[in-house]
């Protein structure tokens, strides 16, 4: 007679799909959630610093699993979303055209998606909120590129008169259709959450899962549920940070409850930094100039290649591999998402060039430092890399070097007294813009 032990033993392992890997070997394969901010600023969270807003979901699942504070990723939304769709920087994909409103741009099929290197690994793959990478083709929509399903926005929220000067209508999408226009963008982040949790609850145990929950929000314009309306003491922005918080905690407790956390690998991070510097097109309807986040202690913002913009608050829990509790300063970018998650979701890597690493070994502490030796920074052109500690760039026509650690604010030039760092990381630009074909900005 096996003893209640055991008999718990294999029911968990029974629980969780197993699936042959390429070598044949049975292998337990995790579920995969990725939540998106939209413009959140690294100084949003409680965690990263923020006196008022309240975000103790976001603080917690920070707390169980690794929190990282250099992680990189685009400064604006549509390279964020395509490193982390094909893990390449975004010269390197051909959309042939801008993805918003009017756009006639879209990924092309010769990219790999994250959804569709998972959903040939076995995962069923499920995406809610905003897509912004193609859409006046079906063929570019997100059930053409991997997911099973969506329901969404194919793009950001301001696509819309008085913002943005089009006809074209912004409405909610299902599949390749538009179910939903005009909608009331306060329900956004509530509706969102309802659908993640319900594909949550209704997954199945012999088949593991992919949900990519891109948020509308923080986003301009703002917008919140009458529930949590002037319940922040950061105020209406606060307010939009602290629904999208209670969203992160509705999600980890549908997976709690389902009683998938423990293989369940999750990632929140936002698309870029905060959109503190807005164009004159956004101040007006409503929006103020206040209406925007917290770079924290970093110089510059969303659309700007100083640290505010492409530096962003990131976290990953997995309970089964990762130690919980860890605060890493190493160099991570949103490529490495990529990377990472098609290797323990054991998919094929596309025959492309990827400009992500395989994050697995430092995430369980097999190894000790990130495996990214540099990231680069693009804008208009190719406008600075970050090497170790310390980052160059050239848009002023002079260049800017900065120590990142002694000075994360990036107050201090140093290239005067360095050119020998200087010429060091502009010779890492000169052959990454000859690779991709981008010029460097400044030249």
Known sequence: MKSPSFRIIVLMIGFFPVIKNQAGAETTKPNIVIMLADDMGYGDAGCYGHPLIRTSRIDKLASEGMRLTSFVTGCWCVPSRTQLMTGRYMPRVKFNGSTG????????????????????????????????????????????????????????????????????????????????????????TTRYTKEAVSLIEKSSASEPFFLYIAHAMPHLPLAVSDERRGKSAGGFYGDVIEEVDWSVGEVLNALEKKGISENTIVVFVSDNGPWIDMPPRMLQNGNETWHAGSSGLLRGSKGTTYEGGPRVPAMIRWPAKIKRGQVKPDLVGMPDIYRTILGVGGAKLPDLKLDGYDLTDFLSGKTKASPRPEYFYFRNGLEAVRSGDWKLRTTTGKPELFNLVTDPSERLNRAPELPEKVSELRLLMENLAKETKTRISGD
């Open 101 to 188: 409103s009017d756009g006639k741009g879209g990924l092309p099929d010769s990219e790999l998606t994250l959804a569709e290197g998972l959903k040939e690994a076995g995962y069923a793959t499920h995406m809610v909120g905003k897509w912004h990478l193609g859409y006046k083709e079906k063929r570019f929509l997100p059930v053409n590129q991997g997911f099973d399903t969506w329901f969404g926005l194919p793009y950001s929220n301001d696509y819309m008169k008085p913002w943005v000067q089009t006809e074209e209508p912004l409405g909610l999408y299902r599949g390749e259709e538009m179910v939903e226009h005009p909608f009331d963008q306060d329900t956004l």
